[in-house]
């Protein structure tokens, strides 16, 4: 599915004010001090970690996000699990910002993107997990979800997040 287009048209709109039409989730908690810990997990991030550690990581193109790479996460539980492609639209590294965004491609079950972040504040030292999306339902189970499928978009972030925190040092 190497050109398969974006399955929406807002592509990039998580560096920004999230766009109209959509379900908005903005997630961002303390995870961590340190500079070390910011760039420590920066580079969780960057080598899908959130993903990997919820346990619905199934395949990426690439070792670790880059613009264009393809990443397949897997929704659901057991054998209702489906599985969700996505590209990568960006990466983060803004000196004191670093992740990336996904968006959805033809299969996933919603359309939109998501950003997986760490941003580091140097006032307080304190290093922040910050997942960011919009998107609204692609398929008529999501559809049919309705409010659950937003709480359950916005239980995985809290997890994702809380993944990241429990990143042990030399987690490769």
């Known amino acids: 599915m190497p050109d398969a287009p974006f399955t929406y048209p807002d592509v990039g709109a998580t560096r920004g004010p999230l766009p109209t039409g959509y379900d908005h989730l903005e997630v961002r908690r303390a995870i961590a001090k340190g500079e070390s810990e910011f760039r420590r997990l920066g580079d969780a991030v960057l080598a899908y970690r959130m993903q990997r550690g919820l346990g619905i990581f199934r395949s990426a193109d690439t070792p670790v996000a880059q613009p264009g790479s393809h990443v397949t996460v897997r929704l659901g539980v057991g054998p209702l699990g489906i599985p969700a492609p996505c590209r990568v639209v ?74 990241l925190r429990r990143t042990p040092p030399g987690w490769t």
């Not at 990336?100 to 997990?129: C, K, N, Q």
């Not at 999306?133 to 659950?148: E, I, N």
């Open 90 to 163: 960006y990466v983060l590294d803004e000196g004191d910002r670093c992740g990336f965004a996904y968006g959805t491609l033809p299969g996933h079950p919603e359309s939109g993107e998501e950003l997986f972040a760490v941003e580091y504040d140097r006032a307080t030292d304190t290093v922040y997990g910050l997942v960011t999306a919009f998107s609204r339902p692609a398929s008529w189970y999501t559809r049919l979800a309705g409010p659950a499928g937003r709480f359950a978009q916005r239980t995985a972030a809290a997890a994702y997040l809380a993944t």
